[in-house]
């Protein structure tokens, strides 16, 4: 509900009255930290509201054997886990990297359908693979999430099992690998305290409020001294790394979320919002910043490659024999590398005005013998 109380307030100032990009919220956590089911929640929520708000939903687990909710892109409908797994001749995580890897080269397609329906959907929610580092720290986890940042405002949900971090050595763990993920991406970052219902976060709060509670517990939950009564390595290094984190957390956003029972999704969608503005001010700017950076790199680059080819022509003008190999010939056909259009990613959702979506592609069939192109 705050999200669309947040949305209907600013109706009326003037930067709305362009209709407002919808925020697309990647979520991304460890193992069993709860991802998909805070995707049926949040995606629940929205469809609850008057009126509702129904998400474009995209699941990027290839290896996920049931989804909770009904996903508008599913990259299980182009890429067959299984089937790569065995013509690659991989184990299970390789398998994920590779479909993903897959997925990847298509994801201009992806990204196609959704701007298509940026202008009927408020949050894009892009669910990812269970094994977090897949996601986090490949190529294509890169490339997808700069891709989607790059179209659309962006955020981050980093769901934590709080059951699972009730140990500060846990804790401080899960906190550095989100930190890492924020410097990764540089994107807007909340963290979503998940399972309230079985351990309230307060504690969690806690200790990112005041690292002296944080580093008190640390000092209840091992031995801080060795025999000798110095300070262990671990206690040494616990401490230092808890200060360098009370940096990252007043940077940070939390909230807690239940997503077994609803509690704390209006937190969270407030917090979207909030980032939705963050995008704006920070994010965004530094990303026109680092593209006419990066425009004015290739440009160069263009430039002196032009200037290098100039230079062999004037050598090769000199050897008759090369000139004429090299003219081109307007009769010969070009390659065209261009697949003339042709789209095999499904949109399973309402196909819109014009739209031909082959149903028949849908799912992979047993008789249909694919060769997955060979990684290189
Ligand atoms: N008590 C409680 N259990 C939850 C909550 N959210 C998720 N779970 C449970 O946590 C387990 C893992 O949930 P999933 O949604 O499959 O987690 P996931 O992160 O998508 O899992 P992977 O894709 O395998 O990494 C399931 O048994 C859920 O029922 C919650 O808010 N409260």
Redesign the pocket.
């Known amino acids: 509900m705050a999200a669309q109380e947040g949305q209907e307030s600013t109706g009326s100032s003037s930067s709305s009255r362009i209709r407002k990009k919808p925020v697309c919220i990647i979520t991304i ?10 995707v049926q929640r949040i995606n629940a929520h929205l469809h609850s509201l008057t009126p509702p708000k129904p998400p474009y939903i995209l699941n990027l ?1 290839p290896a ?1 054997a049931n989804v909770p909710f009904e996903a508008n892109i599913d990259i299980r409908d182009t890429i067959d886990y299984h089937e790569v797994m065995k013509q690659y001749n991989l184990g299970p995580n390789g398998g994920i990297l590779t479909a993903l890897n897959l997925f990847t080269t298509k994801f201009d397609q992806v990204l196609d359908l959704v701007e298509k329906r940026a202008e009927n959907v408020d949050y894009v929610i892009v ?1 990812t ?2 094994q977090i580092e897949i996601f986090t720290w490949s190529a294509s986890g890169a490339i997808i999430t700069d891709a989607i940042a790059t179209a659309l405002p962006t955020v981050i949900a980093y ?1 934590v099992d709080t059951p699972r971090t009730v140990a500060p050595a846990t804790f401080m763990s899960n906190m550095l690998y989100a930190c890492s993920i924020l410097y990764k991406t540089k994107l807007p970052f909340i963290v979503v305290f ?5 351990q309230p976060h307060a504690f969690a709060l806690e200790w990112m409020r005041d690292f002296e509670v944080f580093q008190e517990a640390l000092a209840t939950h091992q031995s801080t001294t060795d025999d000798e009564g110095s300070p262990t390595y671990m206690n040494s290094l616990m401490n230092s790394m808890s200060l360098v984190l009370d940096e990252f957390y007043k940077h940070l956003k939390s909230v807690g ?5 609803g509690d704390g999704v209006s937190d969270f969608f407030e917090a979207v919002e909030a980032s939705r503005d963050e995008y704006e001010k920070e994010y965004l700017p530094e990303l026109v910043r680092m593209r006419a950076q990066r425009d004015a790199t290739l440009q160069k680059q263009k430039e002196d490659s032009t200037a290098r080819m100039l230079a062999d022509l004037a050598v090769d003008r000199a050897n008759h024999t090369f000139t004429a190999r090299d003219r081109w010939n307007p009769n010969e056909e070009e390659e065209d590398e261009d697949d003339g259009g042709e789209s095999n990613i499904i949109d399973r959702s309402a196909p819109w005005p014009g739209q031909y979506i082959d149903l028949t592609q849908a799912r992979r069939r047993e008789d249909q013998d694919t060769t997955w192109p060979r990684p290189a």
């Open positions: 956590g460890m193992a069993g930290s709860g991802k998909s089911t805070f687990d996920v669910d693979p269970g769901v998940n399972k309230t219902d079985a979320v239940s997503s077994m029972t």
